[in-house]
């Protein structure tokens, strides 16, 4: 019998709280989740079972699996080395190529210090996010948090508040539509998903008398988008799209900006939210917070969004197989 595929972990910021985490999500995911670490073995301050390749991957045991990957500085818990910037942008690249080979059955990324990318390697790009559609060569992908009660997904991602109106395109939204409704197919085994759409405006505007958005853009979207037989709701006043008996209606909330979207999920489940990226054409997850350099090297830091990470990963992966 061969050995399972594994997920590959991407190192992240080496100075954060990454490390650790893989470290303990291992020791409580071994012979439940198959996943490979890809770091600097002088960064890893636990035990590692270093292999030469993916192939010699075998489930279980105490050590966490290493593929190792050279870095040109030291790891100082709190301290982010821009020496190491080049090496975390090739770990990075190098998950993405093991996937898009197929030796890996997904990327799960931990996170990045963008500061130091640009000061060390002059990161170009906003985030993660963006960097991994570059390299997969896809114009537009979408940022999914999901957790176990609640899947959204904000339209507008990190702009300013003043910009979401101006940014919030016809183009924009129908695209983040339809990237939602073929990833809740493909990558979560959705045959007919419900997808809920948000107003921009209080009370989805009150019809027009606290804004238009919903009348001239979002309505006439929607009902284009219905007749393609994407299953669509709204859009909804957004103060009443999250309780429990509303989250039961729909299996994807479209979010028109950041807060709109975030806050909920962070609400309802602060810890175990997951960081989805849809339309790539490969699964990636991460952890749904930063590099936390204020815990980093304290043994205190919650490996509970990495594990649910990797396990939406492995779910991923058998819903794309099947």
């Known amino acids: 019998m061969s050995a399972p595929v594994p997920i590959v972990l991407s190192c992240g910021e080496p100075a954060g709280i990454g490390l650790e985490i893989a470290q303990s999500a291992w020791e409580q995911l071994a012979g439940e989740i198959d996943f490979v670490l890809i770091a600097d073995r002088d960064h890893v301050s636990g035990p590692v079972r270093e292999l030469d390749t993916l192939n010699d991957y075998r489930p279980g045991g105490e050590e966490l699996p290493l593929l190792h990957h050279d870095f040109a500085g030291i790891a100082t818990p709190g301290h982010p080395d821009p020496a190491n910037a080049k090496g975390v942008i090739d770990v990075i690249k190098r998950g993405v190529d093991l996937v898009a080979e197929g030796s890996a059955a997904a990327l799960c990324t931990l996170p990045i210090h963008k500061k130091a990318l640009k000061d060390g390697a002059d990161f170009a790009y906003p985030g993660h996010t963006e960097f991994l559609a570059a390299l997969a060569d896809v114009d537009r992908v979408v940022m999914m948090l999901a957790c176990s009660e609640l899947r959204v997904v904000p339209a507008t991602i990190h702009i300013p508040l003043a910009t979401v109106k101006e940014t919030l395109t016809p183009e924009l939204l129908e695209d983040t539509i339809r990237i939602t409704d073929a990833g809740l197919k493909r990558d979560f085994g959705i045959d007919a998903p419900q997808i809920a759409v948000a107003g921009l405006n209080p009370h989805a505007g009150e019809g027009g008398a606290m804004g238009r958005e919903e009348i001239e853009m979002i309505i006439p979207l929607l009902e284009k988008l219905e007749t393609d037989g994407i299953a669509l709701s709204g859009p909804w006043s957004a103060d009443t799209m999250f309780h429990a008996g509303a989250r039961a209606s729909y299996d994807a909330a479209i979010c028109m900006y950041h807060d709109?979207?975030?806050?909920?999920?962070?609400?309802?489940?602060?810890?175990?939210?997951?960081?989805?990226?849809?339309?790539?054409?490969?699964?990636?997850?991460?952890?749904?917070h930063g590099t936390a350099f204020d815990i980093a090297?304290?043994?205190?830091?919650?490996?509970?969004?990495?594990i649910a990470a990797l396990r939406m990963a492995r779910d991923m992966a058998a819903s794309r197989n099947a």
């Open 260 to 288: 709109q979207a975030l806050i909920p999920i962070k609400t309802l489940d602060f810890a175990g939210g997951v960081n989805v990226t849809l339309g790539l054409p490969f699964i990636r997850t991460s952890p749904d």
């Open 297 to 306: 090297g304290k043994g205190i830091a919650d490996p509970s969004s990495l």
